[in-house]
């Protein structure tokens, strides 16, 4: 077995198994696992993905002893068997995942039909223990030649959380652009013409530095927008890179990043897809678009879901042409895909016949940890790049640990109170950005909402939700009077203390398990956000350790109408709340 562990603590573990040089008799190889046995207190937690996302199991880990979960309880697309390329098991800021791209190696039992009738992967609870088994040789078989089996195991957090990242898009400004200088919509890596000019321009605005001249956007457009163009979709693509790409740039911005690719997907505009499009995409070589002339061409990309070494060369070198001018790269979609070609992927073929695809767990690995190597040896020291990453329901420990900023929750934008739609567990497990030593962001939008008010009510709830577990909301839609209420207490200040509901030394304690909380102290006095999941209206009561807070407040002020007060007992702590259904709370205490 070779084990070759990383920076960032995840070990690739190669294990080859093989006959003895000098036995002449073929031997036998009996069924052989893996068991990773944990302490069962230290995980309530589990994520596990698929080849796509919103269907994926987080929060908690199922209850019960013995057998309590395996890998056949849901499927995966057309994999052969029910291998899960993902599983992680833990708590917010501890844990351990499994990974792997495929079951390759692996000898699979079957029925009498020809298909697989045991589970890759199960999970046992006995006796306080908690043991991951991934069955990797499920039947005796003969050992007649080396077989090699491959997979990952890295513990959370993969890094610390960034210097400063409370105050990221509360105070310090994090900005985003969709790339509206892109020939194609989601998947081009470079500007109109290959010209990069824009984004010098663009880089001199954040650094207070002078715009282009007539003359220079005149000469821009004519050697970048050719007169075949539709003469509308010309202008149209003029102004969209003149307005909303080159206009979105300030001074103010600290951070940014910009649109740089759907994760699977490249231009047929670029040229070097036209060379290599069929070692990328694993189809047969075609005709493509040399450049967009109408609306629909920008819609125009191949496949490039094994993400293939040359490919990960081709959006290298782009990507590190955008950084050196102080804009980031956004990845969108970046849960893991099948992909089937068995030259360029770690896919084989099964010996039924069929082709047994690679999740492209490694390949994902590889490109990110490039990507970020670019960010911290290109960036400007005045305009901050930062890398987000889309993960929508696949909080990939391995590869996106190599991100500044995670975005979540592309996912239910009803107008209901968003507690109703994200368990507290489940955000805990997926979104909080601690296993990666990510920003946390989520998209979660407010949409189809029938009044004003009912778009506050869900705008209020999305704060308590998503504050108490330090997640911002992207695009800093209904930030507003509650986020300022933190801000001017001090969170986000290296004087304010924080403390997360979830943390053992939390100071506050809460009677309903389904109201959380985030505490931040300063000075002498308290700032205490309640949230709660239950949709009844009840009265909690929080219990606050005076010796473990620093603090023995006597009444809890409502900080949005201070007149409204609850006294809290001097012996006990004890301050009882009012909350409503899908309540939310802000409350100084002193």
């Not at 102080?326 to 969108?332: K, N």
Request: glycine share 8%.
């Amino acid at each position: 077995t070779r084990c070759t562990t990383e920076i960032d603590g995840c070990m690739k573990v190669e294990l080859t198994l093989s006959p003895p040089e000098l036995q002449e008799e073929v031997v036998g190889l009996p069924p052989l696992s893996l068991d990773i046995p944990l302490k069962d207190a230290e995980m309530p937690l589990w994520h596990i993905t698929s080849t796509t996302l919103r269907v994926n199991p987080a929060g908690s880990i199922p209850a019960g002893e013995g057998l309590i979960w395996d890998s056949t309880r849901f499927a995966d697309g057309n994999w052969f068997g029910n291998f899960k390329c993902y599983l992680w098991l833990g708590d917010v800021e501890r844990g351990l995942c499994w990974f792997a791209d495929n079951d390759r190696g692996w000898e699979l039992a079957l029925d009498d039909k020809g298909q697989p009738s045991v589970a890759c992967q199960q999970l046992f609870r006995q006796d306080g223990v908690l043991t991951l088994r991934v069955n990797l040789i499920q039947r005796p078989l003969p050992l007649t030649e080396p077989r090699t089996i491959v997979f990952g195991l890295m513990a959370s957090p993969g890094k610390p959380m960034p210097k400063n990242w409370r105050k990221v898009d509360f105070v310090d400004l994090s900005a985003f652009n969709m790339c509206y200088t892109a020939p194609a919509t989601f998947c081009a890596k470079q500007p109109w013409g290959n010209d990069f000019a824009i984004a010098d321009w663009a880089y001199r605005k954040r650094t207070g530095g002078p715009g282009p001249s007539k003359e220079d956007l005149e000469a821009w457009k004519q050697r970048n927008f050719p007169a075949d163009m539709e003469p509308k979709f010309r202008e149209g693509m003029i102004n969209l890179a003149l307005g909303p790409f080159l206009g979105n740039f300030s001074p103010a911005q600290k951070y940014y990043t910009m649109y740089f690719e759907e994760f699977h997907t490249t231009a047929q505009a670029h040229a070097e897809t036209h060379v290599f499009q069929s070692e990328w995409s694993g189809n047969w070589y075609g005709k493509l678009l040399d450049h967009p002339t109408r609306e629909e061409h920008k819609m125009w990309g191949i496949g490039v879901s094994g993400i293939v070494p040359s490919h990960r060369d081709f959006a290298c070198w782009y990507a590190a042409e955008w950084v050196r001018r102080g804009i980031g790269c956004y990845f969108d979609n970046s849960f893991p895909t099948r992909a089937y070609d068995l030259l360029t992927t770690n896919a084989y073929r099964l010996p039924n016949g069929q082709v047994q695809p690679s999740a492209g767990m490694w390949a994902r690995r590889d490109y990110l940890r490039r990507i970020w190597t670019i960010h911290r040896t290109l960036a400007p020291p005045d305009a901050v790049p930062v890398i987000m990453i889309h993960m929508t329901n696949t909080l990939i420990l391995p590869y996106m640990v190599w991100g500044d900023q995670n975005l979540d929750l592309e996912w239910k934008f009803g107008p209901e109170p968003q507690q109703s739609k994200f368990p507290h567990d489940f955000l805990r497990a997926e979104s909080a950005g601690r296993q990666t030593g990510s920003v946390p962001f989520v998209l979660d939008r407010i949409l189809d909402a029938t009044s004003k008010e009912q778009e506050a009510a869900a705008a209020r709830t999305k704060f308590g939700t998503m504050i108490v577990h330090e997640c911002r909301w992207w695009g800093r839609e209904h930030y507003g009077d509650l986020v300022k209420l933190l801000v001017d207490f001090g969170y986000g200040d290296e004087d304010c203390q924080v403390w997360n509901y979830w943390q053992p030394e939390c100071p506050v304690k809460v009677s309903d398990p389904e109201c959380k909380t985030l505490t931040l102290k300063r000075g002498n006095e308290l700032m205490i956000v309640a949230c709660t999941w239950n949709p009844d209206a009840a009265t909690v009561r929080l219990t606050i350790d005076g010796a473990a807070a620093g603090v023995r407040p006597a009444e809890a002020l409502n900080a949005e109408k201070p007149e409204e007060k609850w006294p809290v007992a001097a012996a006990t702590g004890v301050v009882a709340v009012p909350m409503d259904g899908y309540g939310v709370r802000i409350l100084r205490l002193r």
